[in-house]
């Protein structure tokens, strides 16, 4: 079975390689305008235009793709339809934030409150009417303890979905952070899934690490394209949901460590602003940005970004390697 994960992996790498670059030609064809970006980090600046809704690409083909291969292996469950479907509404959510902004031209897209309406109400679906995992006895999987949760399994794992899934749009910031990191988060889970046999889980995970792969080849430094929200909201709330399925809730928390700080720094960052009457923590947040603009040094220059990526993704590798052998262990 690991052998058809690996095949649906090559097939999703290639088939995003050939993807991107026609999605890329048909934006500018349709000439429409990229994503702006943010002036206070000057490197940034000539990025703006930039295509964007790369998401769209790796969504579409990681899902296909794992729908495909786990009704020829036959191995499709519940666990695998709660996993390819909150990836793929919460990506269509994030496709129309980035319709709006991009082919509408309203900067903000969906408003706040209407973007975690959405979210809501998928996390509800994916509970209530989509095959949540046989067996479920609402419970979640606390450092090796079973702690039952009753009926407030169900906002635990709403929030769980929104929270993971804002985590990582934050973090989807600079050129390739996002998508290596979730790569390798992928990885992690990849090992959790084998441990525990789900290979449908596997599938799901192994065709979404391809995409990425391939879409990594585009997005890296210097970005000829971005995922948009469309990858990033989906992203977050997929690792979410695999965390789930796969009963190792609290691995997330340390796989996703590099989410999980990015997350804090804004919340440190709004709370300090309004406590302190205008003063900042960070030269700006999130975190990379902060280390962009020299936050960690002192020094004006900052840090490139491919070196921000190279740090994020050693510490999400070095972290999630020691959750899956402490989970495998205990």
Not at 19 to 27: A, D, M, Q, R, S
Not at 34 to 62: D, N, R, Y
Not at 172 to 200: E, K
Not at 246 to 265: H, K, N, Q
Request: proline share 2%; glycine share 10%; aromatic share 14%.
């Amino acid at each position: 079975m690991i052998g058809w994960s690996l095949l649906a992996t090559l097939v999703s790498f290639v088939l995003t390689l050939v993807g991107v670059p026609l999605f890329i030609k048909f934006l500018k064809k349709a000439q429409v305008s990229g994503q702006e970006m943010q002036e206070e980090v000057l490197q940034h600046a000539k990025k703006s235009g930039t295509p964007t809704m790369g998401g769209v690409v790796f969504v579409i083909v990681s899902v296909l793709v794992a729908l495909v291969f786990v009704l020829t292996v036959g191995v499709a469950k519940g666990n695998f339809s709660v996993t390819w479907i909150v990836l793929f509404l919460y990506a269509a959510v994030g496709a129309f934030d980035d319709f709006l902004k991009v082919f509408r031209h309203q900067n903000e897209g969906f408003k706040a409150w209407q973007k975690f309406l959405a979210q809501i109400v998928i996390g509800v679906l994916a509970y209530l009417f989509i095959g949540f995992p046989m067996g479920q006895d609402n419970s979640l999987n606390l450092f090796g303890f079973s702690l039952h949760l009753g009926i407030l399994f169900i906002p635990f794992f709403i929030v769980w979905l929104v929270g993971w899934s804002n985590a990582v749009n934050l973090t989807d910031g600079i050129d390739g952070l996002a998508t290596g990191s979730v790569i390798i988060s992928l990885l992690a889970f990849a090992v959790i899934a084998i441990s525990s046999s789900m290979w449908d889980v596997l599938i799901m995970i192994m065709s979404v690490i391809g995409a990425l792969l391939g879409f990594l080849v585009f997005n890296k430094k210097p970005a000829m394209i971005f995922m948009g929200d469309v990858g990033s909201l989906a992203l977050g709330a997929f690792l979410a949901a695999v965390s789930v399925v796969l009963r190792a809730e609290w691995t997330l928390l340390f796989i996703g460590l590099v989410y999980v700080i990015e997350t804090l720094s804004i919340m440190i960052q709004v709370s300090y602003f309004k406590i302190s009457g205008g003063k900042r923590v960070f030269r700006m947040a999130p975190i990379h940005h902060h280390l962009e603009l020299g936050g960690l040094s002192g020094h004006d220059e900052g840090w490139s970004e491919w070196k921000i990526d190279r740090v994020f993704w050693l510490v999400t590798a070095a972290v999630s390697t020691l959750t899956v052998v402490a989970y495998l262990i205990f």
